[in-house]
């Protein structure tokens, strides 16, 4: 018998918001694929779409995937949204040729998304987008600490307009506020005042945050 490798992995589960009802699945479907493909050379995964509206990958760190769920957001948004469980623990690879996958790192993703979707049901945390799980003797940050974090970004994120998503994508991509402004055709003191009032700022921040843990 074959032996089977095991490796420990940070678990992307995804899928599209409401899609079932979306005037046109093809086209987000095209949305969905072309982002994927930026995140895996901008991340150097291999995040792929498995099934229906769902696509999973896994990263090196967390902090890779709690930053790359946030790219992949912005990609689709205000269009779709998305919704993510990310897991930590280990993964057995059953077969390498057809990238077969199994064990508790995809258990813990699958539970964390399944969380993200009861969570949103309910009208306080109905913006909530993105859960971690970690599975047991996995180690990493705490769960809970995280998962704290994410609730607050989900929310803000969730209250943005399109102009002030886009000024959020512009600053989380590196560019500087009279950038966008100049791309915008706003002032720069229009953008400034996004960055400040609509908690674009905040948002950049604790995505920076975010993106260095392990």
Known sequence: MAR??????VTVIGDLVGSRVALDRGELHTLL????DDINERYDVDARITVGDEYQGTFATLGGALR???DLRLALLPAADLR??????????LDEAERVQDGPGWWAARDAIDEVQKEASRAPT????????SADGAGGPDPIAVNAALLGRDELIGRLSERSLSVLGGLLSGRSQREIADAEGVSPSAVSQRVRHDGVGVI???TQRLGGLV
């Open 4 to 9: 089977v490798k095991t490796l420990p992995s």
């Open 68 to 70: 790359a769920t946030v």
């Open 84 to 93: 993510h469980g990310i897991g930590r623990g280990d993964v057995r690879v």
């Open 33 to 36: 694929r072309r982002a994927l």
């Open 204 to 206: 950049v921040a604790m």
């Open 126 to 133: 109905r913006r909530l987008r993105t859960a971690y799980r």
